[in-house]
Protein backbone atom coordinates (compact mmCIF):
# COMPACT_ATOMS: atom_id res chain seq x y z
CA UNK A 1 0.00 0.00 0.00
CA UNK A 2 2.69 2.54 1.51
CA UNK A 3 4.50 1.66 -2.55
CA UNK A 4 1.78 2.42 -4.33
CA UNK A 5 1.21 5.96 -2.65
CA UNK A 6 5.43 6.60 -3.38
CA UNK A 7 4.68 5.49 -7.06
CA UNK A 8 1.50 8.06 -7.15
CA UNK A 9 3.15 10.49 -5.82
CA UNK A 10 6.75 9.93 -7.56
CA UNK A 11 4.19 10.03 -10.65
CA UNK A 12 2.64 12.74 -10.24
CA UNK A 13 5.31 15.07 -9.10
CA UNK A 14 8.10 13.65 -12.01
CA UNK A 15 9.02 17.41 -12.89
CA UNK A 16 10.01 18.28 -9.27
CA UNK A 17 11.89 14.69 -9.03
CA UNK A 18 13.61 15.94 -12.21
CA UNK A 19 14.16 18.78 -11.11
CA UNK A 20 15.83 17.99 -7.61
CA UNK A 21 17.61 15.16 -9.21
CA UNK A 22 19.31 17.73 -11.65
CA UNK A 23 19.87 20.27 -8.79
CA UNK A 24 21.60 17.36 -6.59
CA UNK A 25 23.99 16.71 -9.94
CA UNK A 26 25.53 20.11 -10.20
CA UNK A 27 25.58 20.58 -6.62
CA UNK A 28 27.78 17.47 -6.36
CA UNK A 29 29.63 18.12 -10.11
CA UNK A 30 30.37 22.16 -9.23
CA UNK A 31 31.66 21.13 -6.04
CA UNK A 32 34.11 17.75 -6.90
CA UNK A 33 35.42 20.39 -9.95
CA UNK A 34 35.59 23.62 -8.10
CA UNK A 35 37.62 21.30 -5.12
CA UNK A 36 39.64 20.38 -8.26
CA UNK A 37 41.05 23.48 -9.49
CA UNK A 38 40.75 25.09 -5.91
CA UNK A 39 42.76 23.02 -3.23
CA UNK A 40 45.81 23.97 -4.63
CA UNK A 41 46.04 27.01 -5.23
CA UNK A 42 47.43 29.19 -3.33
CA UNK A 43 45.67 32.35 -1.89
CA UNK A 44 42.89 29.70 -2.60
CA UNK A 45 39.97 29.52 0.72
CA UNK A 46 38.00 26.25 -1.06
CA UNK A 47 40.93 23.81 0.24
CA UNK A 48 38.52 20.55 1.60
CA UNK A 49 35.60 18.86 -0.54
CA UNK A 50 33.09 19.92 2.55
CA UNK A 51 34.09 23.54 1.98
CA UNK A 52 34.01 22.92 -1.76
CA UNK A 53 30.13 21.53 -1.02
CA UNK A 54 28.91 24.06 1.16
CA UNK A 55 30.32 26.43 -1.62
CA UNK A 56 28.19 24.75 -4.33
CA UNK A 57 25.30 24.50 -2.19
CA UNK A 58 25.38 28.30 -1.32
CA UNK A 59 25.83 29.44 -4.73
CA UNK A 60 23.36 27.43 -6.67
CA UNK A 61 20.89 28.41 -3.79
CA UNK A 62 22.22 31.88 -5.04
CA UNK A 63 22.87 32.81 -1.38
CA UNK A 64 26.50 33.59 -1.97
CA UNK A 65 27.48 34.08 2.00
CA UNK A 66 31.31 34.93 0.39
CA UNK A 67 32.74 33.03 3.18
CA UNK A 68 33.85 30.77 0.68
CA UNK A 69 35.47 31.58 -2.48
CA UNK A 70 36.77 30.21 -5.87
CA UNK A 71 40.17 32.33 -7.22
CA UNK A 72 41.33 30.68 -10.19
CA UNK A 73 39.64 31.24 -13.93
CA UNK A 74 38.57 28.25 -14.18
CA UNK A 75 36.92 28.00 -10.52
CA UNK A 76 35.31 31.37 -11.46
CA UNK A 77 34.11 29.99 -14.85
CA UNK A 78 32.51 26.99 -12.75
CA UNK A 79 31.01 29.35 -10.40
CA UNK A 80 29.15 31.34 -13.16
CA UNK A 81 27.34 28.22 -14.76
CA UNK A 82 26.70 27.43 -11.25
CA UNK A 83 24.50 30.74 -10.85
CA UNK A 84 23.01 30.59 -13.83
CA UNK A 85 22.19 26.87 -13.17
CA UNK A 86 20.81 27.82 -9.25
CA UNK A 87 18.55 30.77 -11.49
CA UNK A 88 17.23 28.55 -14.17
CA UNK A 89 16.36 25.72 -11.62
CA UNK A 90 14.62 28.20 -9.68
CA UNK A 91 12.91 30.21 -12.10
CA UNK A 92 11.45 26.00 -14.17
CA UNK A 93 10.39 25.44 -10.40
CA UNK A 94 8.32 28.36 -9.96
CA UNK A 95 6.67 28.09 -13.37
CA UNK A 96 5.84 24.60 -12.93
CA UNK A 97 3.74 25.46 -9.77
CA UNK A 98 2.11 28.82 -11.65
CA UNK A 99 1.12 25.88 -14.07
CA UNK A 100 -0.61 23.46 -11.69
CA UNK A 101 -2.35 26.18 -9.89
CA UNK A 102 -3.33 27.38 -12.68
CA UNK A 103 -5.08 24.13 -13.94
CA UNK A 104 -6.30 23.35 -10.96
CA UNK A 105 -8.14 26.98 -10.84
CA UNK A 106 -9.40 25.58 -14.48
CA UNK A 107 -10.93 22.57 -13.95
CA UNK A 108 -12.73 24.11 -10.78
CA UNK A 109 -14.04 26.53 -13.38
CA UNK A 110 -15.09 23.79 -15.91
CA UNK A 111 -16.59 21.75 -13.59
CA UNK A 112 -18.71 24.46 -12.47
CA UNK A 113 -19.46 25.59 -15.71
CA UNK A 114 -20.74 22.45 -16.56
CA UNK A 115 -22.66 21.31 -13.97
CA UNK A 116 -24.33 24.86 -14.62
CA UNK A 117 -25.39 24.06 -17.80
CA UNK A 118 -27.25 20.91 -17.23
CA UNK A 119 -29.52 22.97 -15.05
CA UNK A 120 -32.28 22.32 -17.29
CA UNK A 121 -32.97 19.05 -18.81
CA UNK A 122 -32.99 18.08 -22.58
CA UNK A 123 -36.46 17.96 -22.62
CA UNK A 124 -37.18 21.91 -21.09
CA UNK A 125 -34.33 23.17 -23.30
CA UNK A 126 -36.36 21.70 -26.52
CA UNK A 127 -39.70 22.91 -25.03
CA UNK A 128 -38.29 26.47 -24.51
CA UNK A 129 -36.68 26.31 -28.40
CA UNK A 130 -40.01 25.27 -29.82
CA UNK A 131 -42.14 27.83 -27.56
CA UNK A 132 -39.12 30.81 -29.02
CA UNK A 133 -39.67 29.79 -31.97
CA UNK A 134 -43.50 30.03 -31.96
CA UNK A 135 -43.15 33.83 -30.73
CA UNK A 136 -40.92 34.95 -33.01
CA UNK A 137 -42.78 33.13 -35.88
CA UNK A 138 -45.64 35.24 -35.08
CA UNK A 139 -46.98 38.68 -36.32
CA UNK A 140 -48.11 41.85 -35.13
CA UNK A 141 -51.12 41.57 -36.85
CA UNK A 142 -51.45 37.81 -34.97
CA UNK A 143 -50.49 40.40 -31.80
CA UNK A 144 -52.92 42.87 -32.58
CA UNK A 145 -56.15 40.66 -33.63
CA UNK A 146 -55.47 38.43 -30.16
CA UNK A 147 -55.95 41.11 -28.10
CA UNK A 148 -59.42 42.40 -28.80
Not at 46 to 73: E, H, K, M, Q, R
Request: aromatic share 10%; charged share 20%; hydrophobic share 50%.
Amino acid sequence: MANNHLYMLAKTNIDVIILLILGSLIVVFGGIAVYLVEHEHTGANITNLADSFWWAVVTIATVGYGDYYPVTAAGRIIAIFMMLSGIGIFATFVSMLAHRRLQRAELRLKSKTEARSDVLGYGTKIELKNKIDVIESLTEEDFDTSLL
